[in-house]
C-alpha cells in the first residue's frame, strides 16, 4: 500500500497567481506554515516558517483564484516533484509542490459592529443587588 497524502493549514503570502501553460489554466499559492523549538544551548524558542509552492487545476483552480494574500486556509493533496531546466545555470533543477485537491477557508469570526458590542457588554453585567 502507497500514500501520498498532505495536510497544511497556514496563510498565504501573497495573492493567489492564475497561469497557463500548455493551453492549461491553473493557480498558484504560496503558502506559509509556522513551527517552533526549543533551542537546548539559550533556552529561547526559535521559530520556522516554511513556504510551500501550491498548484490547483481545474474548477478549484477557480476557487482558488479568488483567495488574497493573508487568507488563513487548509489545503489537501499530494506532494510532487518537477524537474525543470534552469536557463541562466544551464543545471537541471528539482522543484517540490503540493498539488492540491481540496481548499478549506479558515475564516476568523468578524468583529461586531461597535453598537452592538455595547448590546452585549449591556445584556453581560450582573444586576446590581
Not at 513551527?35 to 490547483?56: A, F, L, M, P
Request: hydrophobic share 30%; net charge neutral; charged share 30%.
Amino acid at each position: 500500500m502507497y500514500q501520498n497524502k498532505v495536510n497544511l493549514i497556514g496563510f498565504l503570502g501573497s495573492d493567489a497567481e492564475v497561469r497557463t501553460a500548455n493551453n492549461r489554466s491553473f493557480t498558484t499559492l504560496s503558502l506559509a506554515t509556522k513551527s517552533s523549538y526549543k533551542d537546548k544551548k539559550s533556552g529561547q524558542y526559535v521559530s520556522h516558517t516554511e513556504w510551500h509552492r501550491c498548484i490547483v487545476f481545474g474548477k478549484l483552480s477557480e476557487f482558488a483564484s479568488t483567495l488574497t494574500k493573508g487568507a488563513h486556509i487548509q489545503v489537501e493533496g499530494e506532494l510532487r516533484s518537477r524537474q525543470y531546466d534552469n536557463k541562466k545555470t544551464e543545471a537541471k533543477n528539482r522543484i517540490w509542490e503540493i498539488r492540491v485537491i481540496s481548499i478549506l477557508k479558515l475564516d476568523r469570526a468578524e468583529k461586531a459592529a461597535p453598537e452592538e458590542q455595547e448590546q452585549d457588554d449591556d445584556l453581560s453585567e450582573e444586576p446590581a443587588a
